[in-house]
């Protein structure tokens, strides 16, 4: 995709399509200038998955984590070798894939100062009602819905809900010209992928 790079994966016209996961991500990466291990993992493959090239993701992540305290060589040091490794061009050599849901669901929960993990899961029933809010869920019915969901276990089933919630009119349009893949979504690309094929 030619219009991923450094800067548009921060933008509102690439954003949008992201899943809670992958703007929770960004978001605690905007407020600590750094990610965990497992964060950085999480977003830099569901990044790559969405056409970001490797130059690009060390722009990316070189000029956020260096918006705090910590400088370019340090960054270089300590932190591009595990993004290129990512890209298969360090170590094993290995062209790793973005995680699906399940992989992502597979991990340890986030602690305190860890923002990996799927929101679904792993946010307060309040927390997650705040962030259903932004995202313009405010009925009470559907919030229950997808709370309930959530602390059933059925983290997919609330995310696709989401999906359908958020995108209720580009669906309406998309299923009248033709058949509209509404599957269960099981990986945040599949996510990033149909919002953005609905808003074509
Ligand atoms: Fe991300 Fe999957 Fe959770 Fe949705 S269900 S927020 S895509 S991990």
């Known amino acids: 995709v030619g219009d991923i790079n450094a800067e ?4 509102k016209s690439v954003s949008q399509h992201y899943p809670l996961c992958m703007s929770h991500l960004m978001k605690g990466l905007n407020q600590e200038h750094h990610l965990k291990y497992l964060g950085r993992q999480q977003l830099s493959l569901f990044l790559k998955g969405i056409g970001l090239s490797v130059d690009e993701a060390l722009k990316f992540w070189s000029f956020n984590f260096t918006k705090g305290p910590m400088n370019l060589e340090q960054f270089n040091k300590e932190y591009r070798y595990n ?20 992989q992502i669901l597979s991990k340890a929960s986030p602690s305190r100062d860890e923002y990996h993990g799927c929101p679904y899961r792993d946010l307060t029933s309040e927390k997650l009602t705040m962030e259903l809010n932004k995202m313009g869920i405010t009925d009470q019915y559907d919030v229950n819905t997808i709370v309930d ?12 809900k989401v999906f359908e919630l958020t995108h209720k009119k580009e669906i309406e349009i998309a299923t009248q010209k033709t058949k509209f893949d509404l599957s269960l979504i099981t990986h945040p690309n599949l996510y990033f992928d149909r919002s953005r094929k609905l808003a074509k």
Do not use: M
Not at 151 to 159: I, M, V
């Open 83 to 102: 993004f290129r490794h990512n890209y298969g061009l360090e170590g094993g050599r290995i062209n790793y894939k973005p995680w699906d849901c399940h």
């Open 149 to 160: 969901n959530s602390s059933r276990g059925d983290y997919t089933n609330a995310c696709t």
């Open 8 to 11: 548009t994966v921060q933008s």
